[in-house]
Every structure is written in C-alpha cells, then in structure tokens.
C-alpha cells in the first residue's frame, strides 16, 4: 500500500511539473505547468532563463508559455525586420493552441511586446509588464520619430564591426547598470555575448522604431506595471512612466524602490509577490 501511494504521488508530481518544449521560426517555447495560461516574454537578448525563479512559483497554479526570441539563447536568428515577424507568430501562437484568456508577462522588450499584442488583439485577460516603455526610442532621442531609426546607422555599423573583446567590455558595461546583482551581471554579459550579432543590432534597432504611445489607448485589458527606481530615481522614473502611458486607460504602477532594470534579479522577493499579488486581483 505504501508503494502504492508513492507512486502515486510521483505520477501526480510529474503531471503538475511536466513540461514541453517546441521550436519555431520565430522563438521557441517552453510549456511548463497547467491551468490558466501565461505567455512570459523575455527582455532583449534574454533566454526565457530570465523566467526560471518567476514560473517556479507560478508553474503550481497557471500554464506557463515561456518564450526564447530568434537570435537569442539556442534559437536561430531571423531574417528582417524582426519585431514585427515576432509579434505575428506569437498571436499565430495563441490562435494554434488555442489559448483561451491568456495573461501575458513581459519584461522590457517583451513588456513592449505584450502592449503592441494587447492594442492589437482583445483576448488577453491581463497584462504585467516589467519595466518596460511604449516608446523606447523616445526615452533616448530627444527629437524621436520612429521613421529615423535605421539599420545603416555609424552605431550600428560600429557595433557589427566590433571585436570581441570590446564587444566583451561594452557588455560588461550595460550589465552594471541593469541590474545591481553581481552574480546576475555575469548571466547577462554571457546572454549579449551569446546572441546573433546581427539580431542583437539590427532587432534593436527594430525595438527602437516601435512607439505605442497612441496605440496603447486601444488596450482593455488591466495592465500592471512594475518600475525600477535605479538609477535616477523614483520621482524621475514616475515622470517618465506617467508621460509614455499617458493614453492607457487602466494601469496600476508601482515601484521597485532601489532596484535596477531587471527587478526580478535585484528584488526577488518583492517580485513574485507583486506578480502573484497582480494575477490573482484580476480573477
């Protein structure tokens, strides 16, 4: 009887815990867990990895779709312009599985994913969106107007003809300033490296053109957004947020005091608490 229960047991763990993993085109995607689902996207140049710590939690009750992007981690790149080829396969996605109310999740890029998918399609039930921004490119130039970034730019060309180890040393660069986790600086740095060159300028740069200032308007889904305050400041990060959502109707922002850009690295924590706190106020 004792055997018997056992092995139960782990039969009922290996249903909850399964997981599946497909490759597209596009991205790959890792199922992980059952119920509801959630599609988790990743920030530029990031794995789904970035997710581990987040769907170990959230794998108990929800089915977590985590995404990895062409040219990032294992997957191979894709032809441009790659944004928009990205965001069609991802609601092609959803249709072929067809996923019923899924919420989405998504940390920089992938916030900015999860906003340009919402404005465009009204069947996702919600939106948590990690420091993230509806215009980017507006965050850095000044005079910003989507039709001035182009691939054949001095930056780019720059960057493509890069050696590595400057390639190296910029990374290392960024790192420390995206998040304040040393230990986690070093995942970063072998991410960057790691990545197509040519996804990692030219997808950017992609990444750049996207402005949803407007379009964010069209969205009815609740939205939440989690904020750094590193490194300027929460009065300044409050300014900047407040400006680029100014025609979402309904969000809910709230700040990760003294954290970096990847906040689920910097305030593990006080992440999963505010993500689980934010799914299950809207069910």
């Known amino acids: ?10 039969a009922l763990l290996i249903t ?32 789904g990895d970035v997710w581990e710590e987040t769907v170990v939690e959230l794998s108990k009750n929800y089915q977590c779709h985590v995404f990895t992007f062409a040219g990032f981690g294992e997957v191979p790149p894709l032809s441009f312009p790659w944004f928009p080829k990205v965001e069609a396969a991802v609601l092609d996605y959803i249709h072929k599985e067809s996923l019923k109310n899924p919420k989405l999740i998504g940390h920089s890029l992938g916030g900015t994913l999860a906003l ?19 215009a980017t490119g507006a965050l850095f130039f000044p005079d910003y107007k989507s ?3 182009v691939y054949d730019s001095p930056y780019n060309n720059n960057l493509l003809a890069m050696g590595d180890d400057d390639f190296k040393g910029m990374a290392q660069q960024m790192a420390s300033g995206m998040t304040l986790n040393k230990e986690k600086q070093g995942q ?36 939440t957004i989690l904020a750094a305050t590193h490194p300027f400041g929460k009065e300044a990060a409050k300014k900047t947020y ?17 954290a970096a850009h990847f906040i689920m690295y910097d305030k593990p924590e006080w992440f999963l608490k505010e993500i689980t706190r934010a799914l299950s106020s809207n069910e």
């Open 116 to 134: 340009s998918l919402a404005s465009k399609a009204a069947i996702f039930e919600e939106l948590v969106i990690v420091d993230a921004l509806t």
């Open 242 to 258: 407040e400006s680029q959502y100014a025609n979402l109707k309904d969000y809910t922002l709230t700040f990760a005091e003294g």
């Open 1 to 10: 009887m004792k055997t018997m229960k056992t092995l139960v047991l782990l």
């Open 147 to 149: 039709e001035n970034m």
């Open 16 to 47: 909850v815990f399964a997981s599946s993993k497909a490759q597209y085109q596009e991205f790959s995607v890792e199922v992980i867990g059952s119920g509801q689902p959630i599609l988790l996207f990743p920030g530029f140049a990031c794995p």
């Open 188 to 223: 970063l740095v072998d991410w960057m490296l790691k990545a197509d060159r040519e996804t990692y300028v030219y997808g950017y740069t992609d990444y750049l053109k996207v402005d949803l200032r407007e379009a964010v308007g069209q969205i009815k889904s609740p939205v």
